[in-house]
Every structure is written in C-alpha cells, then in structure tokens.
C-alpha cells in the first residue's frame, strides 16, 4: 500500500495507522517512510530522540558504496539484492510495525545520486514485489515519487485529501499520474472530515474522477492533540479517526488478499 497526498493533509496519520491495523492481526508489517521530512517513526511511537538518531539508508554511504561500486570509474551496479538490508535496518516500533527510514537522496555539488537512487529503488522493489508481508510506504508528499517510479509496483495506492480545494486538486495531479503508471488499484481517502458538506464535496470530486472513496475519516481533536504532545495517536485504539482507518485497513485486506489471516 502507497499513500500519498498533499503535505499536510495527514498521509502520514493513515500510513502509521494502517500498519499497527496490520500489525495488530498478526501479519508481518514494514511501514516504509519516503518522505523528505521522515516523521512515521514519531506516528508509530518511537520517541523523538530515536527517530533523530536514525540514519535514513539514502545517506548510508558506505552502504550505498558496497552495494553499487565497480571496477569502472562513474560506473555503477543497478541491480543488487537487498534482503540482508531488510534483515539489518528494519526498526522495530512500539505500534508493531517495523520501520524503514529511506530518506532523501541528495545529490552531491559535483557527484551523481545514482547509487543511492538504486538502492532505495532495489529496496522498494524487493519489499514490494517478492517479499510476503504487508507492506505500507508513507510517500513523498506531491507527485515525486510517481516521476521516479517508486510507487509503481504496489497493489493499491491511496490518495488521502482533506475538503480544502488545494489538496483536493494535488489529489486530482496524483490520481491522473498514478493511473498513468498503471498503478491497479487508486482510491482516495477523505480525511479531518467535519460535517455532511465536506463529506459531499469529496465524494463529489471522487465521483468527477471516476476514483472510489475508500474511507472517509472524521476531524478527531485527540489526534492533533496528542501530535502536539508529542504522543503517538495509535495509543487511544477507540479514537474516531484512528478506528476508521482501522476499518479502511480490513476493507484492504479483503480486496487484496480474499481470505487473508495473520501470518
């Protein structure tokens, strides 16, 4: 599962909520966060000196060196395996869920991002296509990551947006290039939704896009509060916002994986 959105409109809410939803059931769950400004760990209920202590893989140089160095000068390998790094960098999180801090790959004054580009992307490609586990990936804000690819191979992408009309149509750019990548399933997901207008006005846009709407999550205080509080939402399980999502993942399990039960 991909999600992504406009910045700002909680993605990163729905992403750690779905993995502990995951988590929960039993099932082996990496939550992947690519975003440029990683904070999932804090979502998931690592403490603020452990999410500053970790080193996203992007800027694990020597790392990135082993992996993709040749005998050639500016040469490089593209094409690795990746399992031990699973194995290796995986977090495990309060919330259930092992974490994965990916990063952004900055290019060098001088230098080349390839390296550290193959690496994320063997590593997207292995969690997402050849391993057996549910895997969620908080992505880029914006569009980015469908311009690189690294969405491409998921089952499903969701879409999250807010009633605001801005993120309603960086919506609109995400739903058309994602379907574009023949990405198989997109769905939009409403989220801080206050009152019968709101709602309408995302279905509306869903039903324009020819996008179903997948959840509508309700405006919950105790999420923003406990954000400011520096405490994770996952920890009140009878929150609104919290429980929808929660729902949204079982709706998840039953389209992707008819019958699934805990691994």
């Known amino acids: ?26 099932i082996r769950t990496i939550a992947i966060d690519a975003d440029s400004s990683p904070n999932l760990g804090l979502t998931l209920g690592l403490s603020p000196g452990q999410v500053e202590s970790i080193i996203p893989l992007s800027e694990r140089e020597d790392l990135i060196e082993s992996r993709t160095r040749t005998d050639y000068p500016g040469v490089y390998r593209l094409h690795f395996t990746v399992d031990d790094l699973i194995e290796a960098h995986a977090l495990s999180t309060p919330s259930g869920p092992f974490l994965l801090v990916m990063g952004t790959v900055r290019a060098p004054g001088a230098g080349c991002a390839c390296p550290a580009h193959a690496v994320v992307r063997n590593l997207l490609r292995s969690l997402v296509v050849e391993r057996n586990e549910a895997v969620v990936v908080d992505m880029e804000a914006g569009v980015e990551h469908l311009g690189r690819g690294t969405a491409e191979r998921v ?62 999550i309700p405006f919950d205080p105790a999420v923003p509060a406990a954000e400011i509080g520096g405490r994770t939402p996952l920890a009140d ?17 039953a389209r992707t994986v008819p019958g699934s039960v805990g691994m």
């Not at 999600?3 to 039993?26: E, M, Q």
């Not at 574009?180 to 399933?185: D, Q, S």
């Not at 399980?237 to 399990?253: H, K």
């Open 155 to 216: 089952d499903a992408m969701l879409v999250v947006t807010d009633a605001n009309l801005k993120s309603l149509q960086a919506a609109g750019r995400i739903l058309d290039l994602a379907r574009a990548a023949g990405i198989p399933r997109v769905m939009l997901v409403g989220n801080r939704v206050q009152g019968a207008d709101q709602e309408e006005s995302i279905r509306a846009f869903g039903r324009q896009r020819g996008i179903p709407v997948a959840a509508l």
């Open 237 to 253: 399980p009878g929150s609104p916002a919290v429980s929808a999502i929660a729902g949204l993942g079982e709706a998840l399990l």
């Open 1 to 26: 599962m991909a999600v992504s959105g406009k910045g700002g409109v909680g993605k990163t809410l729905v992403a750690g909520a779905l993995a502990w939803s995951f988590a929960r059931k039993g």
